[in-house]
């Protein structure tokens, strides 16, 4: 069956990194664009970044760009997010999502197919 596991989350510091992980099995992942979206206590879900199936081009939500890398390795059917910088309103619960063959890097929840289980991040000293 279809599986996203992320990993990789827990407390940082202000300032620090951290560096999410999403293992994908069950689904050609190759053929798939991949997106990580977060989810802050108390509000919606937020597209944070996302990735061509071929890694040929990236994307940022404007509160994350230049600080979060979003990249994948096709041999190992994984995705990452680097987080550098972190601040405490990154704190959230951060899920991958898989779609397949995109006409273009969707913003919206609802257009990806699968969704892992989530990990949480804590920006706190």
């Known amino acids: 069956q279809v599986q996203l596991v992320e990993s990789g989350g827990g407390l940082a510091q202000p300032g620090g990194s951290l560096r999410l992980s999403c293992a994908a099995s069950?689904?050609?992942?190759?053929?798939?664009?991949m997106s990580w979206a977060r989810q802050a206590p108390g509000k919606g879900l937020e597209w944070v970044a996302g990735?061509?199936?071929?890694?040929?081009?990236?994307y940022y939500a404007e509160s994350v760009k230049g600080r979060f890398t979003i990249s994948r390795d096709n041999t190992e059917n994984t995705v990452y997010l680097q987080m550098n910088s972190l601040k405490p309103e990154d704190t959230a619960v951060y899920y991958c999502?898989?779609?397949?063959?995109?006409?273009?890097?969707?913003?919206?929840?609802?257009?990806?197919?699968?969704w892992g289980q989530g990990t949480q991040v804590t920006v706190s000293s």
């Open positions: 999502a898989a779609v397949s063959m995109p006409p273009y890097i969707s913003r919206r929840p609802g257009d990806y197919e699968y």
């Open positions: 069950g689904f050609d992942f190759s053929t798939h664009a």
């Open positions: 990735i061509w199936h071929d890694g040929r081009d990236t």
